[in-house]
């Protein structure tokens, strides 16, 4: 399978890393010192507690336009970024590429339709916590690594079972959705809810889920994602918040969120397409969202992060 990553740091890094590991044809596309960095000596993926990987020599480029047609087109860029990178990464994707987004967020794969067209894109979340640690170095927090995927009308497509067979090779735990949007729901269900927490009182999941008055704020955010994506049609259960907040004391005690470690370095961030994509989809159905809306406003003076 022919891949090409758009996007190389924590998300794309991460699983692009562990594709090409399993002996996927890989290309990189990269900026910057991380480009350099893995031009001069491949990609590193450190984790603790289940053993580094080095992949001392990969494919890399800044420019799409010169890989060529792909199978699979693995989006990773930030959410500011998509329209920009969609525009770039056209020339490679063919009548049969499949177009998957690993992005935050329930509206990434509109944008993505409305380029590529609905045949093209396959809907897809990853679970795992990483970040660039240092150029050409991907750091994961804790074992998480899990990967859900599917077509959006529901089909075992061989695209899809082709893309399953090669990420358990690669030891991810993978699955195949047959109702992808609601895949997407539940992740942004805890998404929404970590992100917003750990940016805001700038700490990872551990301080926030010991602590009853952060513990309940945290409830409260993915209570209302639920009642809003519940609104918009969207099969969550009832009492979906209280699974994800079950869920938040499994994962690892030093767990954060991309947008905590973009606030730290003073990047833009997402908050626009997490919190603030709860309150504005809450308003197009009714359904109150003040949690969120306090998390959005917050974070207003940071949003465009410190360089801009």
Do not use: C
Not at 115 to 138: C, K, Q, W
Not at 256 to 276: A, F, I, K, R, Y
């Amino acid at each position: 399978m022919k891949i090409a990553v758009i996007g190389s740091g924590g998300v794309g890094g991460f699983y692009g890393g562990r594709l090409a590991h399993a002996g996927a044809d890989v290309t990189f596309v990269a900026r910057g010192k991380h480009l350099a960095a893995m031009r001069a000596q491949g990609l590193l993926i450190e984790n603790e507690a289940q053993g580094n990987i080095h992949l001392p020599k990969v494919n890399v480029t800044d420019d799409p336009a010169t890989i060529g047609p792909v199978d699979l087109v693995l989006v990773g860029v930030k959410l500011w970024d998509l329209e920009s990178a969609a525009q770039a990464f056209k020339p490679i994707v063919g009548a049969a590429t499949a177009v998957l987004s690993l992005q935050n967020g329930v509206i990434k794969d509109d944008v993505l339709r409305r380029i590529f067209g609905d045949g093209a894109v396959m809907g897809g979340v990853g679970y795992v916590a990483t970040h660039i640690a240092r150029p050409g170095v991907i750091r994961q927090v804790g074992t998480l690594q899990r990967i859900i995927f599917g077509e959006y009308d529901g089909t075992r497509s061989p695209r899809a079972q082709a893309l399953l067979d090669l990420a358990l090779k690669a030891g991810l735990q993978a699955e195949l959705s047959t109702d992808i949007r609601r895949t997407l729901w539940e992740k942004y269900t805890f998404l929404v809810g970590l992100s917003g927490t750990t940016t805001t009182m700038r700490h990872s999941i551990g301080p926030i889920r010991a602590n009853p008055q952060t513990r309940a704020f945290l409830h409260d955010m993915m209570k209302e994602v639920v009642a809003v994506g519940r609104a918009h049609g969207v099969a969550l259960p009832e009492h979906y918040a209280d699974e994800r907040l079950a869920f938040a004391d499994t994962v690892a005690a030093e767990m954060t969120s991309s947008m905590h470690h973009d606030l730290d370095s003073g990047n833009p961030l997402e908050v626009e397409w997490l919190s603030g994509g709860v309150v504005t989809l809450g308003a197009r159905v009714g359904v109150p969202t003040p949690v969120n809306r306090a998390v959005w406003d917050v974070l207003a003076l940071h949003a465009k992060g410190r360089r801009n």
